[in-house]
């Protein structure tokens, strides 16, 4: 059985959950000569059960978005890190499925918005940070990804942080058309002024404006 990252570190723990998996949501087969079908599988639960068990229970996860490799940095409550792993895109959203509901912080950068509508499925508190108020967090000399996900998760945590709204699709796709319209309209400005600029070299002064 593969447990998230999050249960490597303890092999003894991982055990212990293990069994108690096996245990209480596994599906078990018939007994021998009954033609009755296996109980069905009960919701896996795996960070809660960890939370009883272990007293710094994740509670704060600062996330550092990329296109495949993702960086989260895990804290409890007490504002302790628990861990740091590095997942790849495939191994994102399972990782955040099996753990209970958690503050995740996130830079407000590109796909931010699509992650942090992914992530609050699962139940938990997503806030997006503007870059300008993380980089005051991240350590001096150690500007990589993992650093980067410490420095979020210690920015999200504080009380008067400055926050993004949170955009819906319909909401995106709107500004989207919007830029889209813009980036004509200035490929359209461009394409007059060259010409304007031109003309004059055949004797043709075209004034100002739109004619």
């Not at 059960?49 to 490799?69: E, H």
């Not at 993992?146 to 009380?159: C, H, T």
Request: charged residues 25%; positive net charge.
């Amino acid at each position: 059985m593969v447990f998230p990252p999050a249960f490597d570190d303890d092999p003894e723990f991982s055990q212990r959950i293990e069994d108690f998996t096996v245990e209480h949501f596994v599906a078990h087969s018939p007994v021998d000569g009954e033609d009755v079908p296996a109980p069905l599988k009960r919701p896996y639960d795996g960070l809660a059960y960890w939370k009883r068990s272990k007293p710094n229970a994740p509670t704060v996860v600062g996330l550092d978005l990329a296109k495949n490799v993702f960086y989260v940095h895990v804290g409890d409550a007490s504002g302790h890190a628990i861990a740091s792993k590095c997942l790849t895109r495939r191994e994102l959203l399972p990782f955040f499925e099996v753990l209970s509901a958690c503050l995740v912080g996130i830079e407000a950068r590109a796909t931010a918005h699509h992650w942090a509508r992914q992530l609050q499925r699962f139940g938990h508190d997503v806030r997006l940070i503007p870059l300008g108020y993380v980089k005051p967090y991240v350590r001096r000399g150690a500007k990589n990804d993992a650093a980067d996900a410490a420095a979020i998760r210690e920015a999200v945590i504080r009380p008067n942080m400055r926050l993004v709204t949170i955009k819906s699709e319909g909401n995106q796709a709107f500004l989207m058309l919007h830029r889209a319209r813009g980036l004509l309209v200035r490929r359209r400005t461009m394409t007059a002024c060259v010409i304007r600029a031109h003309l004059p070299e055949y004797g043709i002064i075209v004034a100002q404006g739109r004619h």
